[in-house]
């Protein structure tokens, strides 16, 4: 991934994109599941506490093509504490929300340039990502189990974690 001029650390995500989960709802027919913005809290989101945004669950069709797959690609930073944290763009219009100069902007398009083969890879991925969680996601059980840890030390902080039920796994 690139590092601008100006030193900012660009990362491409699809991480938001489901792994297939036979333990969760099913959703219309050739749609797939992701991770949103709440509609209570959309972006831009700022460094520091990006930590405390909270996502929901949407679905959508499964994209066809790499411009369609690029609506659902992250286009997130490197922070100052090495974490990586998303202002809220895609790469179907990046920039967006952040704020690039002509210098970091020249830069961005210059490495899509060069990178085109690598980044085609990558949105080729992303679309079989959706279309396979999207298939196998038809046998959803059309509920969640979650299961609850108790935290020892303090009983108001509980640890909700999703029983993921991916077939794709018992295949490996």
């Not at 709440?38 to 930590?51: A, L, M, N, S, T």
């Amino acid at each position: 991934m690139p590092i601008l001029s100006s030193g900012l650390n660009v990362y491409l995500s699809i991480n938001n994109i489901m792994e297939p989960n036979l333990n969760w709802f099913k959703a219309p027919d050739g749609h797939f599941w992701y991770q949103a913005p709440h509609k209570e809290q959309p972006p831009p989101y700022k460094e520091e506490g990006f930590d405390k945004v909270g996502f929901g669950f949407s679905h959508a069709p499964v994209p066809q093509t790499r411009e369609e797959m690029k609506e659902f690609v992250n286009v997130c930073f490197l922070g100052k504490d090495e974490k990586i944290w998303w202002q809220g763009d895609y790469l179907s219009d990046f920039p967006f929300f952040a704020t690039l100069d002509e210098q970091d902007l020249n830069d961005w398009h210059k490495w899509l340039e060069e990178n085109e083969n690598e980044l085609n890879d990558f949105l080729d991925e992303g679309l079989r990502r959706c279309a396979t969680q999207a298939e196998i996601m038809k046998d959803a059980q059309g509920y969640a189990v979650v299961t609850t840890e108790k935290d020892p030390d303090d009983d108001s902080n509980n640890t909700k974690y999703l029983r993921v039920d991916n077939p794709l796994e018992k295949k490996q």
